[in-house]
């Protein structure tokens, strides 16, 4: 594939990262910044033949295939409507809007113009979280009862995504959309969210949006999802998840604790990780940044669905049922109570209801617990089928 990406900024240059380190035969061929300068130093980094500070130069140029969008949240509808308009292919960063309507025309652009609407979900490609996944899919942990993802770090690094109108919120719509993502793939995206009660408030900084976050979100099969996010954490970037399931459980931790820690009393080279917020002292470093938050995976997936042409694992209308759930948060965190999720195109599973499946001890009983006690002895608890009463049995 040729790809042009639109935008210079710090996420432009992980996907440049991931795009030109690998001996991939995609290959970056346009830029644009609207900062002429800008786009002259990120095509001369990256080795970029063509750059622009105009949109429609970049997008309709006939040798680009596929189109990066890596623009601040705003732009990113018109940007897709660029895309729409050339009939480029488009790969959209997240959030993908910064509401459920403006998701939801993105997701109309792309399908009426017969364009593939990928959605850069980075961590929902981790090589981490691929494997949890198909582990999940299997059968592994059983029948998931409650998915959570935890994102918090110290506050986004440009002034715009502290201005509300700009990026449509503050940590929920800036990183719940991970998390939510996150936790629908285990819960299964075609069970439909079906409410959500949100706690967010303004805890440190001096901005219009929610600085801190807690939300739980209901699916239709009684499963739930939780996120926590956070511009407030202090000490680098908390990323982890957990999946309870019926017969198992996976914890996953992406940052900090990975495995590798290093200590340094602050000589040489000081970049850590991202948003590490110390180049001193005991180091949490992350081995290859761009391959464990995704970005390797992701690509790849997108660039092969384009030529497979079918849906990458996620795609704009995954973008656009993660922003009808952040719009209830939104709804919840000032109404205080659980707010439905409204999703005017599902298309998803309409016959799900809440699951209650009961482990069978034989004809008679359900059965509750078994245990082997510090002793040695081995117990039962059972439970009646009929007359509901709970019994101890000593094995
Ligand atoms: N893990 C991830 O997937 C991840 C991580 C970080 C950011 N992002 C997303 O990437 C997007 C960009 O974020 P970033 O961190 O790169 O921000 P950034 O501020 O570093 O870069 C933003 C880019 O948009 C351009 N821009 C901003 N306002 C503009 C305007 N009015 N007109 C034209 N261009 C404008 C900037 O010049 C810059 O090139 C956001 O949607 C953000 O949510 C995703």
Known sequence: MNIAVLGSGFIARFYADSLAAQRRKDKLVSVYSRSIERAAKFATDYGLPHYSDN?????????????????????????????AKAGKHVLCTKPLGRTGAEAKKMLELVENAGIMGGYLEDLCYTPKFLKSLASVKSGSIGRVLWAKSRETHPGPHSDWFWNLELSGGGAIVDLGCHCIEISRNFIGKDIKPVEVMCWAATQVHPIAAEDHAIGLVKYANGVIGQFEVSWCFRGGMDLRDEVMGSEGTIWLNNFLRTGFDMFSTGKGNNYVAEKAESSSGWLFPVGDEVNELGYNHMFTDMFDAIEEKREPQENFYDGY????????????????????????????????????????????????KEEILPNGEKKLILKHKVSGEVVRRDL
């Not at 949109?55 to 660029?82: F, M, Q």
């Not at 952040?326 to 109404?335: E, F, L, P, V, W």
């Not at 499946?357 to 008679?364: H, I, L, R, V």
Request: net charge negative.
């Open 55 to 83: 949109i429609a130069e970049v997008v309709g140029r006939a040798d680009v295939d596929v189109v990066v969008i890596a623009l601040s949240n705003e732009l990113h509808l018109s940007a897709v409507e660029a895309c």
């Open 321 to 368: 049922v993660v922003n009808c759930i952040i719009d209830a948060a939104y709804r919840s965190a000032k109404s205080r109570q659980w707010e439905p999720v409204q999703i005017d195109d599902w298309r998803g599973r309409t016959d799900v209801t809440e699951a209650h499946e009961f482990a069978s001890y034989d004809d008679e009983f359900y059965l509750i």
